[in-house]
């Protein structure tokens, strides 16, 4: 049995660069893992299986949409997979990807261009640390490791990826006011991404910045945050981190 961990990314920056004839955004982006991070555990099988458990494991699927089957099917493995889910999902905070990418490094499996048809997102979590990330996401290079802590707040919305990308599109391609191009997208997608970041605004004296297509607002530094007008928002306090994630090997019993 093998112990993982499977750290969150967030996305600091993103510029979109330009567009492929076939319709994929290159993007020329920071990304750095978090300590935030879901724990799984993988025992080679005759037949895959995967389960879930943990705060956030309900509404997730377990056949094969899941990228840990995809990522096991990349590497011709088989196996008993359970994920206990410390990262909240649909906020853009990578955690399938993260999870197929752990799978992966399990199989020492490095080749980045080939991980990307799992996930744009794969080949950064593969990696871990901090990095540039260009292309469609399989271009990672990777940084010197800043530490910092990140408050992150993620709000009761969902903003789907391609909705975004095709909103960017329909407006010409704006490019943000701070460091995310994606931002005066995602907040016409989805108008109450915008109303949430006001409400953070005015709770914590700052704006925050989104991350990638969102939904999930961050700022830096751990932020005490007042809870009168903003319920339903979850707020994480983690860190940056230098790698993917811990691998582990253990014997079956063993603690």
């Not at 992150?152 to 329909?170: A, G, M, N, Q, S």
């Not at 943000?176 to 006001?198: C, K, Q």
């Not at 999930?216 to 319920?231: D, K």
């Amino acid at each position: 049995m093998t112990f993982l961990e499977s750290p969150a990314k967030l996305t600091l920056s993103l510029r979109v660069v330009g567009v492929r004839a076939d319709g994929y955004h290159l993007i020329d982006a920071e990304m750095v893992a978090l300590d935030l991070a879901d724990h799984i555990t993988i025992t080679e099988a005759d037949t895959t299986h995967i389960s879930l458990t943990g705060p956030y494991a309900d509404g997730i699927a377990t056949d094969a949409s899941n990228l840990v089957h995809r990522a096991l099917t990349l590497v011709g493995r088989t196996a008993h997979v359970t994920i206990h889910k410390n990262i909240p999902h649909g906020g853009g905070l990578g955690g399938g990807s993260s999870n197929a990418a752990a799978i992966l490094r399990w199989a020492q499996f490095t080749d980045l261009g080939r991980a990307a048809a799992i996930g744009a997102d794969v080949p950064f979590s593969l990696t871990g640390g901090r990095a540039r990330v260009q292309g469609i996401g399989e271009i990672v290079d990777p940084l010197a490791h800043e530490q910092c802590d990140i408050t992150l707040l993620i709000p009761p919305v969902h903003t789907p990826t391609p909705l975004v990308y095709r909103t960017w599109d329909e407006m010409g391609g704006p490019t943000g006011s701070g460091l995310n191009d994606l931002e005066p997208a995602a907040l016409r997608a989805v108008p109450e991404l915008a109303r949430w970041r006001e409400r953070i605004s005015q709770a914590l004296g700052q704006e925050p910045h989104l991350a990638g297509s969102g939904s999930t607002w961050f700022v830096y530094g751990h932020a005490t945050t007042p809870t009168e007008g903003l319920e339903g928002l979850q707020v994480v306090h983690t860190t940056t981190r230098p790698d993917a994630g811990r691998v582990e090997d253990h014997l079956e019993g063993e603690n």
